[in-house]
């Protein structure tokens, strides 16, 4: 297995896509060992953070190198639809489950949700990135980041990003015919889903709004988000109600 040293001598912000994505993959590798036990994991992670905090040179080039990563490759898609089937048929979907488990990826890509299958592919990863106590998930975030509050901001704008696209795919799900037809008539007259598009962006509107203030959240933000949520609650109902379409007939 790779050391730590060859790993932290190899980081290099100016290599090519895939091998950047490389090294993560190995770091990852690295992390997790021999996978004896999430605090194991953890530990190897604290060890670091340590050693690039250490190395006022290495610490210069791990920052470039993930100001390149977050530059060249679209984290909203691992926010938006990692984990969600992107198709409504059954067949086109299985068949692409099927693609990714028995052909290999390649590390040259844009996507992060296919970066995120390759650098954490194991169950452990889960585990072990579930056991990291806040204290050090805030003290990666400063060895990242030279400009905090840049890239707080970024990440804010990438967040919504995402939460308006998955608003737009339940919105379009809602609207499918396959769906539509099938759902009790009061929830079609009601209109759950065409309110949706406006209810994320007045929550895109108020959360911005709120960021530029030192107090948090404001009463405003917190009622977008309680409208938003309680308009998910009536799509969610109203998808429930094909259930008893298909058992009637």
């Given at each position: 297995?790779?050391?730590?040293?060859?790993?932290?001598?190899?980081?290099?912000?100016?290599?090519?896509?895939?091998?950047?994505?490389?090294?993560?993959?190995?770091l990852m590798q690295w992390i997790r060992g021999d996978e004896?036990?999430?605090?194991?994991?953890?530990?190897?992670?604290?060890?670091?953070?340590?050693?690039?905090?250490?190395?006022?040179?290495?610490?210069?080039?791990?920052?470039?190198?993930?100001?390149?990563?977050?530059?060249?490759?679209?984290?909203?898609?691992?926010?938006?639809?990692f984990g969600f089937a992107p198709r409504t048929a059954f067949?086109?979907?299985?068949?692409?489950?099927?693609?990714?488990?028995?052909?290999?990826?390649?590390?040259?890509?844009?996507?992060?949700?296919?970066?995120?299958?390759?650098?954490?592919?194991?169950?452990?990863?889960?585990?072990?990135?579930?056991?990291?106590?806040?204290?050090?998930?805030?003290?990666?975030?400063?060895?990242?980041?030279?400009?905090?509050?840049?890239?707080?901001?970024?990440?804010?704008?990438?967040?919504?990003?995402?939460?308006?696209?998955?608003?737009?795919?339940?919105?379009?799900?809602?609207?499918?015919?396959?769906?539509?037809?099938?759902?009790?008539?009061?929830?079609?007259?009601?209109?759950?889903?065409?309110?949706?598009?406006?209810?994320?962006?007045?929550?895109?509107?108020?959360?911005?709004?709120?960021?530029?203030?030192?107090?948090?959240?404001?009463?405003?933000?917190?009622?977008?988000?309680?409208?938003?949520?309680?308009?998910?609650?009536?799509?969610?109902?109203?998808?429930?109600?094909?259930?008893?379409?298909?058992?009637?007939?």
């Amino acid at each position: 297995m790779t050391t730590l040293p060859d790993l932290l001598n190899t980081l290099d912000d100016q290599a090519s896509l895939a091998n950047r994505h490389v090294w993560l993959i190995s770091l990852m590798q690295w992390i997790r060992g021999d996978e004896s036990t999430p605090e194991a994991a953890v530990s190897r992670l604290q060890t670091f953070i340590v050693a690039v905090e250490e190395q006022p040179e290495l610490l210069a080039r791990l920052r470039a190198w993930w100001q390149v990563l977050m530059q060249t490759v679209d984290v909203t898609t691992l926010l938006a639809d990692f984990g969600f089937a992107p198709r409504t048929a059954f067949v086109s979907e299985l068949a692409e489950r099927l693609r990714r488990k028995m052909l290999p990826s390649t590390p040259e890509t844009r996507d992060a949700s296919e970066l995120f299958l390759l650098a954490a592919p194991r169950r452990f990863d889960a585990q072990w990135m579930g056991a990291i106590a806040e204290p050090q998930v805030q003290r990666l975030a400063r060895l990242l980041s030279s400009e905090p509050a840049v890239d707080t901001l970024r990440w804010q704008h990438r967040v919504m990003d995402a939460l308006a696209y998955c608003t737009a795919q339940i919105q379009a799900t809602g609207f499918a015919p396959e769906l539509r037809l099938r759902m009790d008539a009061i929830t079609q007259d009601s209109r759950v889903f065409h309110a949706l598009a406006s209810d994320v962006d007045k929550l895109r509107i108020e959360f911005f709004n709120s960021a530029v203030k030192t107090e948090g959240t404001s009463p405003a933000l917190d009622a977008a988000m309680a409208t938003y949520r309680e308009r998910l609650d009536a799509c969610r109902q109203a998808v429930n109600s094909v259930y008893t379409h298909l058992e009637d007939n």
